[in-house]
Each structure stands twice: as C-alpha cells, then as structure tokens.
C-alpha cells in the first residue's frame, strides 16, 4: 500500500526507549515474526498470530487475542523502508474499526541506534493517527508493548549471548 495522503494533518505517537540488548537482538525482535508474536502488542491484548514477507512492498500480519474476552484484533501493513539494524518503516491500518471508528492507513517508523554503553535506543513514531482518542489508545498499546518488549529481550538476552543466532 502506498500511502498517498498527507498524513501531517494527522496526529503522531513519538517515543524513544534504550533496551538493554545489542541492536541486531531488538533488530530481530522486530523482524522475525517467531520472535514478535512472543512480545508483541499490550499486555491485556498479546499477539497470538505474526506472518511477514520481510522485503520491501511485502506484507506483514498480526493479531491480538483480548485476555479477559478472547476478542481477536487484526492488523497489517506493507513494509516501506528495510535498512537492517538501523531503520524500519511500515504501513498500519486495523482490519476492523477500531477505537472511533473505521480503520485509517497510518505509519509507523523505527530508528535503532547503539548507545556508549552497549545499549539500543529506539526512536519510534506511529503518524496519521485518526484522533486524539486514538493517539491516547496506541500510546497505552504501543508503551504496553515496549515494556513486553524488554522484559523480553532481558529474557532472551542471555540465551542468545545478546547476539544473532
């Protein structure tokens, strides 16, 4: 999906976070969907389900499993821009209206970058959000996810050796 709307008029989601893993183990936690579906998405609401065609024009899936309903979310996108290790760029849009209303295409944007003392930091931007009231549900769903996120990789960090297998 190209995006051909100005998506500026919009609002944006930006965050940044430092994992305290090596670049290439977050890089793979982003991009290999075995590893995603295992932390991906909120807390009350976690991937049960993650495909890709990692390239770019590919398409990538997810969906969230509501714990306390069973609800299933779905969610895809195209992948724009691949720079492996240092920026992922990709097409989001729910299946289903969600939140206020019918799904709206948005973007989201990841920068990965190594800290001094070995860390990664991740500067990550959701753009062309529909509403406020959506910009305030992904903030919840994309900290929640972050926060998976790193209890994952502090889980996984040794096992790997912090390093690609």
Same mark, same amino acid.
């Not at 989001?92 to 973007?107: C, I, L, N, Y």
């Given at each position: 999906?190209? %995006? ?13 976070? %430092?994992?305290? #893993? ?6 793979? #936690? =982003?991009?290999? *969907?075995?590893? #995603? %579906?295992? =932390? ?7 991937? $049960? ?6 390239? %770019? ?11 306390? /309903? ?11 821009? $691949? ?9 989001? @849009? ?5 939140? !206020?209303?019918? *799904?709206?295409?948005?973007?989201? /944007?990841?920068?990965? /970058?190594?800290?001094? !003392? ?11 959000? @529909? ?19 790193? &209890?994952?990789? &502090? #889980?996984?960090? !040794?096992? /790997? ?5």
């Amino acid at each position: 999906m190209a %995006v051909t709307e100005d998506l500026s008029t919009r609002p944006t989601l930006h965050m940044t976070r %430092v994992f305290d #893993a090596p670049r290439p183990l977050v890089w793979m #936690a =982003w991009t290999r *969907p075995e590893m #995603a %579906v295992q =932390w991906m998405g909120p807390v009350e609401w976690p991937a $049960i389900s993650a495909t890709q065609d990692f390239r %770019v024009g590919g398409e990538w899936r997810k969906c969230l499993r509501s714990v306390e /309903t069973g609800e299933e979310l779905w969610q895809g996108g195209t992948y724009l821009e $691949i720079v492996e290790n240092e920026r992922l760029v990709f097409t989001f @849009k729910w299946d289903e209206s969600h939140e !206020d209303g019918p *799904p709206a295409d948005t973007v989201v /944007t990841l920068l990965f /970058t190594d800290t001094a !003392d070995g860390r990664t930091h991740m500067d990550f931007t959701h753009a062309g959000l @529909k509403s406020r009231r959506s910009l305030d549900g992904h903030r919840h769903g994309w900290t929640s996810t972050a926060d998976r996120l790193e &209890a994952w990789l &502090a #889980a996984n960090k !040794d096992e /790997t050796g912090g390093t690609p297998s």
